[in-house]
C-alpha cells in the first residue's frame, strides 16, 4: 500500500526522470512472455494486449529500441547510443505470433522470441504444454478441491476457488523449482495421477504454444529474430551436468533445424541466480553470442554477453508503473 502511494508520487512527480537520466548509458532488456485479452486470467505472465500495446508506444517515444544483435555491436564497439531499450518474449505462445507480433510489426520495434523447442507443436492441434503451465492445468482440470501432496512435503492443498487454487499452484510450482528434475517428474505424475479429469485444451488457450510453421514465419520478419530457450525449460542448476548439452545446445539444433536460420542468443529458463550454474553459461558461451537471465535488467556496456540482465513484465505493470520500472525503479 505504502510503496503504490510511494510509486505514484514518484510518477506524478516526475521524480523517476533523474534516474532515468543516471541510467542513460545502460540498455534495459524487457522481458514478456504471452497476451491474452481474458481479463479473469490471473498469471501474471499474460498481459492484456491493450496494455502491451500502450506499452509499446511508451518504448517507441521515449526509448531508442533496437535488436539484441544491435546492443552487443553498440556495447562491443563502444558506440554512444542513450536509452537504450530492448524487446524480448519467452517460450513460444501462440500469442506472441497472433497478438505480439502485428503490433511489433505496426510500430516497427524488433524483438527476440526465445524458444522452449519440445514446446513447439507441429500444427495447431498439437497443443502442448510448458511444464509449470501444465501443473496449472492439471489442477484446474481436476476439479478436485484438495489435493494431498503430504508424501512430498507440501501438505493437504486446498484447490476449492479459484483464489485457493492460485496461491496452491503456485505453492507447487515454486517447490518443483527448487528440486531435482527425476522428483519434479515424480510430483507431475503424482497430479497426473490424482487429476483424471480430461483436460479441455479450449480452457487454456493462453498456454498454446506457437506452431512450426509460425516460429518460421516469425524468423523471417526483419524485425524478430529466434532465441533458444532449451528444450524442455528445466531448471538448470538442478538437472544433471550431462542433460544440459542436450537442453542448452540441442533446443539451438532443434531451431535451427526447423526454421533454418541460425540462432545466436539464449535465454536461461527462469533465470534467476540459483537457476543458472557454471556449466550452463560455459555451454551457453560455446554456443551463442548472448544469454539473457531474469535479474539486474539494466545493463551496462561492459556486463558479461552471458548474464545479461532483463526487467520481467507482467499484468501488474500498468504504464504509469511500466516507465518507473524503465527508469531504473525495482518492481
Ligand atoms: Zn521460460
Known amino acids: 500500500m505504502v510503496k503504490g502511494i510511494f ?64 546492443m552487443l555491436d553498440i556495447f562491443k564497439n563502444k558506440k554512444t547510443r542513450l536509452h537504450l531499450a530492448v524487446v524480448t518474449f519467452d517460450d513460444g505462445y501462440r500469442s506472441v505470433y497472433e497478438t505480439a507480433f502485428p503490433i511489433l510489426r505496426e510500430l516497427g520495434i524488433p524483438a527476440t522470441v526465445y524458444i522452449t523447442s519440445n514446446f ?33 512435503k507440501l501438505g493437504n492443498l486446498d484447490i476449492s476457488d479459484p483464489l485457493r487454487q492460485r496461491i496452491s499452484v503456485n505453492r507447487i510450482i515454486e517447490h ?26 479450449d480452457l487454456f488457450p493462453a498456454y498454446h504454444p506457437m506452431t512450426w510453421e509460425e516460429v518460421k514465419r516469425l524468423s523471417t520478419s526483419d524485425l524478430i529474430s ?61 554456443g551463442f553470442r548472448s544469454a539473457v537471465t531474469t535479474f539486474d535488467g539494466h545493463n551496462r556496456p561492459d556486463r558479461n554477453p552471458y548474464l545479461l540482465g532483463r526487467v520481467g513484465v507482467g499484468r501488474n505493470l500498468a504504464v504509469d508503473n511500466f516507465k518507473l520500472v524503465l527508469a531504473g525503479i525495482s518492481q
Request: aromatic letters at 8%.
Open 7 to 70: 510509486k505514484k508520487l514518484i510518477s506524478k512527480t516526475f521524480l523517476w526522470r533523474p534516474l532515468k537520466y543516471i541510467n542513460r548509458h545502460k540498455c534495459v532488456i524487457l522481458m514478456y512472455h504471452g497476451l491474452t485479452e481474458d481479463k479473469s486470467c490471473d498469471d501474471w505472465t499474460q498481459i492484456h494486449p491493450d496494455e502491451f500495446k500502450k506499452q509499446m508506444l511508451y518504448i517507441k517515444e521515449n526509448y531508442d529500441v533496437i535488436s539484441i544483435s544491435d
Open 226 to 286: 529466434i532465441g533458444a530457450h532449451t528444450r524442455n525449460h528445466p531448471i538448470l542448476s538442478r538437472i544433471k551436468i550431462d542433460e544440459l548439452e542436450g537442453e542448452i545446445s540441442g533446443s539451438k539444433q532443434d531451431i535451427e533445424n526447423r526454421i533454418e536460420t541460425d540462432v545466436h542468443d539464449f535465454a536461461y529458463p527462469n533465470g534467476r541466480m540459483i537457476d543458472i550454474n557454471d556449466e550452463a553459461i560455459e555451454i551457453a558461451k560455446r
Open 176 to 201: 518443483l523449482k527448487l528440486i531435482g528434475s527425476s522428483e519434479k517428474n515424480n510430483i507431475i505424475s503424482y497430479l497426473e495421477e490424482k487429476s483424471p479429469g480430461m483436460i479441455d485444451h
Open 120 to 152: 513447439i507443436g507441429n500444427d495447431r492441434k498439437d497443443v502442448r504444454f510448458i511444464w509449470p503451465d501444465y501443473v496449472r492445468v492439471l489442477l484446474v482440470s481436476s476439479r478436485l478441491s484438495t489435493i494431498d501432496l503430504s508424501h512430498f
